[in-house]
């Protein structure tokens, strides 16, 4: 499979108080066409900041990102804006994505003045993108309001609006953490089938590995700005490799009485984790051995779909 | 015995167009020394009944009718101040997000003193090593307690109001979402503290939350509520497994698994109705599949340990089995 889009030694170093702290500290990526990306981690793991960057919404400060054979690290103007046609992201909190004041025609409409859409075709593709969520008969919504719509019907406005301009990519963060659960099935499936009809590649971001599962055949799996470990989602969740991806696991809670308590695997919390040089991730390591101090691991495959970076890969089960 | 009983608990906001009856009938039986989760989406009223357990319903709130009866007395007829003289030392509360328990310009040893001198007449030599050994308990330094709440971590924050909240021991801790604003992680870190001193002290949870794999993890019994009512309530094992009623029957199948076959997840078509206007009849009949004429009428609550509000319970191991076929959920 040929990458679509392609992140290399993604940096993002932010200066707070007069020290620069590295939110995102060596990402690499690929995403093939038609392929979803989970990425999974605690908040401050740098999964977001990452997701901002790939769409360019966040300027890196070292590395780069190939979009469809194209270097688009430093793209400006006319061409950054042809690139944000085809690279869309769908807003996690579907009450402040859409201005109250317009309608869900204009809301839909405004995208497709921006990227210059002739305006004969709107109606179509505004007719065409409310069939694809599902808010049918579109004449029944187009002259409504945002505060006239539940938080489901919200958010499948937003995901309208990020496919409406035709896009090859869609970058997800949270896309359903703001709904309640009887809706968020809804968006999750209206997620499945855009991108199986479409043929979209897609990047979404949680918390949350069940959701992750769902809708994404690859993980990666964010700790401190470092990625620890990456494979096929349901091997990884089955067999996790890295000691942090098997805390997560083990944390997830399931909707069934029966699951295992034990205590998790995993020391502290991220504030005792800040060490420098060597793993990031040895303060809370329950295997942290001398090497974990002085050197940092790095990833590679361990099988033909799996990479991780972990000391101990091999010799803990 | 229970501990709380709740009977026909009304509770309502003022709002322009009217009463809203945000609570609306519930009847709630929380056994001592167990773990109650209170279980249901937004609007549903589950805060709203947790905060009116507390007594701390916001100004355009109040009980309108029924009984809230803990330790033999309707705490929902006690004046403000009687109220004031159970709360933290019979019943206190975890609210959602720490910072609104904690409070910023105070050291966390001020905020536990004033908790356990004023409220629980110790002295303060005693006070002092109470801290300390609560901040234990919670899985805190309790050299921490020097410090402020910004210089927490959310899962530390949380952990410090549940340290609180247990200050003087009460007999029931309503905690409303405290995981919720937490990663994976602490957020199981946090239910295992909860439920560790829940066992050792023997104290009875009402756990407010829209997760169910929350209650799965945390809970020995739940309820479900649905536009302003409790529509299923039971052990969790028989709630969950083997659910009676269509609308817990739906959220089972709402919520991507970490494991098992691939399923395709079923949402629940519509929205809950209107609390202003509610409609007669059960409050899930316009987004049931299983919906029939007599639904229009208040539908029956079964007896039993594990209970539900519909006309169909007779069949509800048939629904239970149509209820798994996403074709069942596609509106007609």
């Not at chain 1, 690279?87 to 003045?113: C, G, K, M, T």
């Not at chain 2, 059960?282 to 007599?294: G, H, I, K, L």
């Amino acid at each position: 499979m040929t990458a679509l889009i392609e992140a290399i030694g993604l940096e993002k170093t932010f200066r707070t108080r007069g020290r620069d702290v590295a939110a995102v500290a060596d990402v690499s990526l690929s995403v093939a066409r038609g392929e979803a990306l989970g990425i999974v981690g605690e908040s401050g793991c740098g999964k977001t900041t990452t997701a901002r960057m790939l769409l360019r919404l966040e300027d890196p400060s070292a590395g780069k990102i190939i979009f469809d054979g194209t270097d688009i690290t430093t793209l400006r103007g006319a061409d950054l804006l042809k690139f944000r046609a085809q690279a869309q992201l769908v807003f996690q909190n579907p009450f402040d994505a859409l201005n109250p004041r317009f309608s869900i025609r204009r809301a839909l409409a405004e995208p497709l003045n921006n990227f210059g859409v002739p305006i004969r075709e709107h109606a179509d593709r505004i007719d065409a993108v409310l069939h694809r969520v599902r808010l049918t008969p579109p004449a029944a919504w187009l002259d409504r309001r945002p505060h006239e719509l539940s938080g489901g019907q919200l958010q499948r406005v937003v995901l309208a609006r990020a496919l409406i301009p035709g896009p090859t990519l869609i970058v997800a963060d949270e896309p359903v953490s703001m709904l309640d659960v009887s809706v968020r099935a809804g968006i999750l499936n209206l997620l499945r089938e855009a991108r199986d009809a479409l043929g979209l590649a897609a990047v979404y971001i949680s918390h949350d590995l069940a959701l992750i599962r769902y809708v994404c055949e690859r993980t990666m799996v964010m700790y401190l700005g470092q990625v620890v470990e990456e494979g096929p989602t349901k091997e990884l969740i089955a067999h996790p490799a890295h000691p942090y991806t098997r805390a997560l696991v083990a944390a997830v809670p399931v909707p069934h009485v029966a699951q295992d308590r034990a205590q998790l695997p995993i020391r502290g919390s991220l504030s005792d984790a800040a060490a420098i040089g060597g793993c990031a991730f040895r303060g809370r390591c329950p295997h942290a051995m001398n090497i974990c101090t002085e050197l940092a691991p790095t990833l590679r495959a361990i099988t033909p779909t799996r990479r991780v970076a972990c000391h101990l890969e091999g010799t803990i089960s | 015995m229970s501990l709380l009983s709740v009977r026909d608990l009304v509770v309502t906001y003022a709002t322009r167009a009217g009463p809203v009856r945000a609570v609306d009938g519930v009847n709630l039986d929380v056994p001592a020394g167990s773990i109650t989760g209170l279980v249901g989406e937004s609007g549903c009223g589950k805060s709203t009944l947790g905060r009116a357990l507390m007594g701390v319903l916001p100004d355009a709130g109040r009980i309108a009718g029924g009984q809230i009866m803990f330790e033999g007395t309707d705490i929902a007829a006690l004046s403000a101040s009687a109220r004031r003289a159970i709360a933290w030392r019979r019943l206190s509360f975890i609210p959602q997000t720490a910072m609104n328990a904690l409070d910023p310009v105070q050291r966390l040893r001020a905020q536990m003193l004033e908790v356990l001198i004023e409220r629980g007449g110790l002295g303060k030599a005693a006070a002092l090593a109470r801290a300390s050994e609560l901040f234990h308990l919670v899985g805190l330094d309790p050299v921490r307690l020097s410090d402020y709440p910004h210089q927490f971590s959310g899962g530390m924050r949380q952990r410090a109001s549940i340290a609180l909240a247990l200050a003087l021991e009460p007999a029931l801790v309503v905690a409303d979402e405290p995981v919720t604003a937490l990663d994976v992680i602490v957020q199981r870190q946090v239910l295992d503290v909860m439920r560790n001193l829940q066992a050792r002290l023997g104290l009875a949870m009402i756990l407010v939350t829209h997760d169910i794999a929350v209650v799965a993890y945390a809970c020995d019994r739940v309820a479900v509520m649905y536009a302003g009512r409790i529509v299923e309530s039971g052990p969790v094992a028989d709630v969950l497994e083997n659910p009676l009623h269509p609308y817990t029957m739906g959220l089972t199948h709402a919520f991507p698994d970490l494991y098992g076959d691939d399923m395709t997840l079923v949402p629940i078509d519509g929205t809950p109705p209107s609390l202003l206007h509610p409609p007669t009849g059960c409050r899930f009949a316009a987004r049931c599949p299983f919906v029939q004429p007599r639904c229009a009428e208040e539908p029956p609550v079964t007896n039993g340990d594990h209970h539900a509000a519909c006309w169909r319970i007779d069949e509800a191991a048939e629904l239970r089995a149509l209820a798994a076929i996403p074709a069942t959920w596609v509106p007609k």
